[in-house]
């Protein structure tokens, strides 16, 4: 679903302007954001969570392809953000 069948099915379910549910939405995601930056996570009303993951550097190295060493170089430490089910949606996708 795109952002706006979300806004323009929520106006509808809730009898209000899509104006008003769109500022709920980047209010919603931006206090994700903010928290996500700021504690390392977020969860939404047992829908999803989002946590913030810390990925290690990985070293220089050599490894065989088709038969000739390749040096392969190493990639920094980065930081993902990843989305987990939680709660109800959890139940139902496992």
């Known amino acids: 679903m795109k952002q706006t069948e979300i806004v323009s099915y929520l106006a509808s379910e809730l009898k209000t302007s899509k104006v008003s549910v769109r500022r709920v939405l980047e209010a919603i995601a931006a206090l994700a954001q903010s928290e996500?930056?700021?504690?390392?996570?977020?969860?939404?009303?047992?829908?999803?969570?989002?946590?913030?993951?810390?990925?290690?550097?990985?070293?220089?190295?050599?490894?065989?392809?088709?038969?000739?060493?390749?040096?392969?170089?190493?990639?920094?430490?980065?930081?993902?953000?990843?989305a987990l089910p939680a709660g109800d949606l959890k139940k139902i996708v496992a």
């Open 36 to 82: 996500v930056a700021e504690t390392g996570s977020f969860t939404l009303a047992n829908l999803v969570r989002l946590k913030l993951v810390d990925k290690p550097e990985t070293k220089d190295r050599e490894v065989m392809s088709f038969g000739k060493k390749v040096f392969v170089k190493g990639k920094p430490a980065s930081k993902k953000v990843k």
